[in-house]
């Protein structure tokens, strides 16, 4: 057992912090999640696969802050030589294991949301096989890679109570492997982060629409940026991990950044589809206050794609407005030409809506001088 330092304010304490973070960024990620599932199931009507991964990961989400919060009671964030003074080395060991405990679960709640994401994006584009196995096959191995650093966790040491009462008889791995691993998974999640950013938006932003309309939509596409740029931070106190000279206090800063990754990326996977409900809010205020003004249905557009014989038009025919998908492809037509799309419900405003017509279930109609432009 490494030696305690003990040259330390014994006053000093981060526990506040922690669980101040850590229930804020919970919080925040509870009632986007929330909202999330509100405008898919009751103003869309369009629950999906994404909507369980994401209501499972702020589970586990949850449960990890919840368990962080009890090594906190415990003595977590602060100083080990206090604890250890206070409540013995009993005290020191029951403070590290549930801090050990709550590493599965925050692994996996920053790991599982990505998958939902995938699917989200999948929805969103135009419809490509090749690339849509791509993304599922990317973010399965992340989980998958995830799910391993929690196997690892518990396997370098033998016996594993080890982990938090380093002072019975056994053996560890070297530190480093473990670290490795970590940087590794971290660095692989970097880059998936990266991806699920970059595809959307560079399917967005080559489509003709308004400078500011294009700007919103790839910041709502791009969030996951903000995941990748908290990942790589994170990685940065991955050694913490492995501090036997004061591990209740030098681990907090890896302790908060954990907190804050696996909630951001939650919030990155929900906003995209919360803008049919503040649409429905909107108009909501505007039926109450008895405005005559016509209302915004959203901006379609259309996203590149291999024509077919099939194809109404000779213009690539998905349809796109941000939020919930209407499943289907009507191919009917009338004498005046015009056709009713398969939409995704990306719920886009824009003032240029005099070339289509929309109901308020999302299939919007497309005029063929329109599908030109």
């Not at 586990?60 to 368990?67: D, F, N, P, Y």
């Not at 599922?136 to 998958?144: D, E, F, I, R, S």
């Not at 700007?215 to 940065?236: E, N």
């Not at 995209?272 to 503040?278: C, D, G, I, K, S």
Request: charged letters at 15%.
């Amino acid at each position: 057992m490494a030696t305690i330092d003990t040259d330390v304010d014994f006053s000093e304490s981060r526990a506040t912090e922690i669980n101040v973070l850590g229930w804020v960024f919970t919080g925040t990620a509870t009632a986007t999640v929330f909202l999330k599932l509100l405008a898919r199931g009751h103003v869309a009507k369009d629950l999906g696969w994404d909507d369980f991964f994401i209501l499972f990961s702020l589970t586990l989400s949850v449960i990890a802050a919840g368990i962080v919060s009890h090594s906190v009671f415990l003595g977590l964030g602060r100083h080990t030589a206090a604890v250890i003074a206070e409540h013995g080395m009993e005290g020191f060991e029951m403070a590290s294991k549930w801090h050990v405990l709550a590493f599965p679960f925050n692994i996996a709640s920053f790991s599982f949301p990505n998958i939902a994401i995938a699917i989200l994006v999948s929805r969103l584009l135009d419809p490509n096989p090749l690339r849509t196995r791509c993304l599922y096959a990317m973010v399965a191995l992340q989980v998958v890679f995830a799910m391993v650093s929690i196997i690892l966790l518990f396997l370098q040491c033998k016996p594993t109570q080890m982990l938090w009462k380093p002072s019975i008889e056994g053996k560890c791995w070297d530190e480093s492997v473990f670290n490795a691993y970590l940087y590794w998974v971290s660095a692989y999640t970097t880059v998936t982060d990266i991806v699920l950013a970059v595809v959307p938006i560079s399917a967005f932003w080559n489509l003709q629409m308004r400078a500011s309309t294009k700007w919103a939509v790839c910041v709502m596409m791009g969030l996951t940026f903000l995941s990748a740029l908290v990942t790589i931070v994170k990685a940065t106190y991955i050694h913490l991990f492995s501090n036997r000279t004061d591990p209740l206090y030098k681990i907090v800063p890896l302790v908060l950044w954990g907190l804050v990754e696996q909630n951001v990326v939650i919030v990155a996977a929900c906003i995209p589809t919360l803008r049919p409900l503040f649409r429905k809010a909107f108009e909501s205020r505007n039926s109450r206050s008895g405005t005559n003004s016509r209302p915004r249905l959203g901006f379609t557009f259309t996203l590149p794609s291999t024509p077919g014989p099939e194809r109404l038009h000779s213009e690539p025919e998905s349809t796109i407005p941000l939020g919930s998908r209407k499943t289907g492809f009507d191919a009917k037509s009338d004498n005046s030409q015009h056709g009713i799309l398969r939409t995704v419900d990306v719920d886009v405003d824009s003032d240029e809506g005099n070339d289509l017509e929309g109901n308020v279930d999302g299939t919007y109609i497309q005029h063929p001088s329109a599908a030109g432009r």
